[in-house]
T-cell receptor
């Protein structure tokens, strides 16, 4: 099992460009999450999904969109990148709504210039 | 959402027991307490979870008093490889709308 994987690992964007971050899990988990981590801020939840075809907003959803077309994949999109979106992005998954153990991916370091 | 407060940083010598305490005064009846560990350039990793009293696994112990307003993560005989950031979370299962705080940065000294 690869667990949770994220693509790409690093990316540099210019302001206004768009991109999609891909998260994939091979554990058949129902719930998936996108977080961002900034220095001194901990991890903040952007969006999450409780199942295929469903998504919901987290604490800091503005400027991001997500899709969960397949159970194993959770995509995070930036339509028009801004320097404030420079961050490390982590994807995570949990088995179900009764689970307390989140499995995290290795992260994507995004820089917006 | 229950707010958590934990020390920003701690230092410990190798071989010592480390206790990191987290305060969560407004914990709800159905909330569980979980702890995560994060190494630099990696995602957080689940360590332990509990509701009340004491929980122990191969990595750590978690002590929760009867009023559940705080919890203590205990790491026995730390080594240099335990240098990491440790996060305390209070949440319902499923982690919907949960935020990790800034955590406690543990530095283990030779």
């Amino acid at each position: 099992n690869a667990g949770v994987t994220q693509t790409p690992k690093f990316r540099v964007l210019k302001t206004g460009q768009s991109m999609t971050l891909l998260c994939a899990q091979d554990m058949n988990h129902e719930y998936m999450y996108w977080y961002r981590q900034d220095p001194g801020m901990g991890l903040r939840l952007i969006h999450y999904s409780v199942g295929e075809g469903t998504t919901a907003k987290g604490e800091v959803p503005d400027g991001y969109n997500v899709s969960r077309l397949k159970k194993q994949n959770f995509l995070l999109g930036l339509e028009s990148a801004a320097p404030s979106q420079t961050s490390v992005y982590f994807c995570a998954s949990t088995r179900s709504g009764e689970s307390y153990e989140q499995y995290f991916g290795p992260g994507t370091r995004l820089t917006v210039t | 959402l229950a707010k958590t407060t934990q020390p920003i940083s701690m230092d410990s010598y190798e071989g010592q027991e480390v206790n990191i305490t987290c305060s969560h005064n407004n914990i709800a009846t159905n909330d569980y307490i979980t702890w995560y560990q994060q190494f630099p350039s990696q995602g957080p990793r689940f360590i332990i979870q509990g509701y009340k009293t004491k929980v122990t696994n191969e990595v750590a112990s978690l002590f929760i008093p009867a009023d559940r307003k705080s919890s203590t993560l205990s790491l026995p005989r730390v080594s240099l490889s335990d240098t990491a950031v440790y996060y305390c979370l209070v949440a319902l299962a499923g982690y919907q709308k949960v935020t990790f705080g800034i955590g406690t940065k543990l530095q283990v000294i030779p």
